[in-house]
């Protein structure tokens, strides 16, 4: 099966333009997949069985505010995308470690500066890359993404030395496995390549991505 922009560490990559005209016109196969991952097609049920939340799990999340996704006038739940699927693991994963809810409002729905980094971080997380949210819950929430060179550096977390909020440093890889293997989409099929990169199919027509490596006379900073 083709590969998807680059395997583990091999460079640096381009980001992705935000504007989606640019998008469309430069890297089309990025931008199809982009509209999958946030095309709400999923159903409560489907949150129950991909992340294992029962429906009243997801109603307390809604009344602790932890989900942004409400019924409709039929009250029902609105669909959930994947993009809002892995955002509810993200939130599942830290609950899971004992972090109180008023922290995971302020992290993952007052400062809704994650689903941005996601964006930023996607051609990086499709090579393979490993990458990680780590926040304070307070200052900061971020996704990082080492880079080749970095096998030997120490993550620096930018966060004022005073602060006795808590640091948590999520891994991404593990909870993209999951959804992988478990969200069994007809149309839609994410299979991981044997370097951890991953391939997606749409109606079992393989989706073509740009290649986004830079060539070694545009690596940003080189001379």
């Known amino acids: 099966m083709e590969h998807n922009a680059e395997g583990p560490n091999n460079g640096q990559l381009r980001a992705l333009p ?7 016109q430069g890297y089309p196969g990025w931008a199809v997949l ?19 939340l029962t429906y009243r799990q997801i109603h307390h999340w809604s009344s602790r505010k932890l989900l942004w996704y409400e019924r409709d006038s039929r009250g029902e739940w609105r669909r959930f995308s994947i993009a809002d699927i892995f955002g509810l693991a993200l939130i599942k994963s830290v609950a899971d470690l004992g972090i109180p809810f008023d922290r995971l409002q302020k992290s993952f729905i007052i400062q809704m500066a994650v689903p941005s980094h996601l964006r930023n971080a996607l051609p990086h997380l499709v090579a393979g890359r490993e990458g990680c949210l780590f926040t304070d819950f307070e200052n900061f929430c971020d996704i990082l993404i080492p880079g080749s060179d970095s096998t030997n550096k120490s993550v620096e977390v930018p966060i004022d030395s005073k602060s006795e909020e808590p640091i948590i440093i ?6 993209l496995d999951m959804l992988a293997k ?3 989409l007809t149309e839609f099929k994410v299979c991981i390549n ?3 990169s991953y391939s997606f ?6 989706l073509k991505l740009e290649d986004l490596r830079y060539t070694k006379q545009e690596v940003p900073g080189a001379r």
């Open 34 to 52: 982009i509209a999958k991952l946030n095309d709400p097609t999923l159903r409560a049920k489907d949150v129950q069985r991909i992340l294992g």
């Open 182 to 184: 478990k969200l069994d």
């Open 194 to 196: 044997k370097d951890r």
């Open 201 to 206: 199919q749409i109606n079992s027509v393989p």
């Open 18 to 24: 935000e504007n989606q005209k640019l998008l469309q």
């Open 170 to 175: 999520l891994k991404l890889k593990p909870i």
